[in-house]
């Protein structure tokens, strides 16, 4: 059995190193609808991979980030929306957030589709920089950094205590082994050197 490596994407301009370890990331005093999201992760066996390290980034509601909130701006100990989280020893993870707003890219005539910015780390591994896509959502059909394969549905709802009324949302993330075939030498080049 195989399963497909997670498709990278861009990193954005908003990624800001040093988030604190944390999976509540909901910000205080926000009002904006709960998002519980959760996971897996695994590699190219589909075998599931313990201890990875998570990095999550994303807008708020208003589709603003920390870093460039021009009504409230943060000080550079101040991670709004960020955190950093290790998966269980089952390869799973969760987070509690809020659901990010679409926001317009800069100068250009597109608006984002609501998304989380992922970052993904572990031994024997390729690093992953991807984003995550919430449906639905109005401007899939024009967002141009939109992969339908990077692509969730926000569900409503749960019967959980302490979850009723938030929304959740769950995506399974495939990691590539690291190879070391691009520093082998070549045959020729050994025999010569012999």
């Known amino acids: 059995m ?5 498709d990278e994407t861009t990193e954005g301009p908003f990624y800001r190193p040093h988030a604190p370890d944390r999976t509540d990331l909901y910000p205080p005093g926000s009002t904006g609808p709960v998002l519980w999201f ?5 590699d190219t066996r589909c075998c599931s991979i313990p201890h990875v390290e998570i990095e ?16 409230a701006p943060q000080s550079p100990a101040h991670f709004r929306c960020r955190g950093r989280m290790t998966t269980d020893s089952q390869g799973r993870f ?30 024997g591994h390729r690093s992953l920089t991807t984003q995550i896509f919430l449906l639905p959502d109005d401007y ?7 992969n339908p394969r990077l692509a969730v549905q926000l569900e409503r709802g749960s019967s959980q205590a302490g979850r009723e009324g938030a929304f959740s949302a769950r995506f399974d993330f495939v990691l590539e082994p690291a190879s070391e075939a691009a520093y082998a030498l070549p045959e020729t080049t050994v025999s010569a050197r012999s």
């Open 56 to 71: 999550v980034w994303h807008a708020d509601s208003m589709g603003l980030y920390d870093s460039n909130d021009p009504i």
């Open 94 to 123: 969760e987070f509690r957030t809020e659901i990010p707003g679409n926001y317009p890219v800069a100068k250009q005539s597109w608006v984002r589709v609501k998304h989380i910015h992922f970052k993904l780390f572990a031994p």
């Open 2 to 6: 195989e399963c497909r490596s997670t």
């Open 38 to 42: 959760t996971g897996t992760v695994a």
């Open 140 to 146: 899939t059909s024009s967002d141009r950094l939109y």
